[in-house]
């Protein structure tokens, strides 16, 4: 069964920095595009970003609040997605997810995330 | 960058009927069109992809039609279990999501 589970979240104060990581299991993660997505507390769904695979370019997207300052990359050796996280805003505090999905239907998986505050 | 809206933000139906959510993007997009059911407390849930197909495991009252720049999540007999918040999404290039639409039972 398709698996994956978030890490790194925290406290941070704004202008520091957070790794987050995104380890999958249970599919081919070098084949998946994958994304990250943020929720803020009582607040709609955001794409942060997304992925390709490297066979198709390995290239990515970040959405436009976090351009320059968030940068996602994988490791397709240790299966793990990574979202870096830089100079950060008290904006940026929401719940981060990871997830295969739209890209992979047949792949559904999507992580339950991990917290991430930014506050002085 | 293309904008995605959605219409109503939220809506009160009684079990049985017949629900549409519209969600529009800025400009003409590709069919990468998604939606996402997100009940309270719970990680989103994929309904639809490519506009129109189903995905696996999903009643087949839920069904997405459109084209362009204008899009449809229907819900063709509401169920209790469909009170959630629903999300549409444009995948391709830069995927942003639609502000959602809340569905409370009358």
């Known amino acids: 069964e398709e698996h994956l589970e978030e890490s790194g979240g925290g406290l941070v104060k704004p202008g520091g920095s957070l790794r987050l990581s995104c380890a999958a299991s249970g599919f081919t993660f070098s084949d998946a595009w994958m994304s990250w997505v943020r929720q803020a507390p009582g607040k709609g769904l955001e794409w942060v970003g997304h992925i390709k695979s490297k066979i198709d370019g390995g290239t990515t997207e970040h959405a436009a609040p976090v351009k320059g300052r968030f940068t996602i990359s994988r490791d397709d050796s240790k299966d793990t997605l990574y979202l870096q996280m830089n100079n950060l805003k008290p904006e940026d505090t929401a719940l981060y997810f990871c997830?295969?999905?739209?890209?992979?239907?047949?792949?559904?998986?999507w992580g339950q995330g991990t917290m991430v505050t930014v506050s002085s | 960058d293309i904008q995605m809206t959605q219409s109503p933000s939220s809506l009160s139906a009684s079990v049985g009927d017949r629900v549409t959510i519209t969600c529009r993007a800025s400009?003409?997009?590709?069919?990468?069109l998604a939606w996402f059911q997100q009940k309270p407390g719970k990680v989103p849930k994929l309904l639809i992809y490519?506009?129109?197909n189903l995905q696996w495991g999903v009643p087949s009252r839920f069904s997405g039609s459109g084209s362009g720049t204008d899009f449809a999540l229907t819900i063709s007999d509401l169920q209790p279990e469909d009170v959630a918040t629903y999300y549409c999404q444009k995948y391709h290039f830069a995927s942003p999501f639609g502000p959602g639409t809340r569905v409370d039972l009358k």
């Open positions: 997830t295969t999905l739209p890209w992979h239907p047949n792949v559904d998986a």
């Open positions: 490519e506009v129109s």
């Open positions: 400009q003409a997009i590709s069919n990468y």
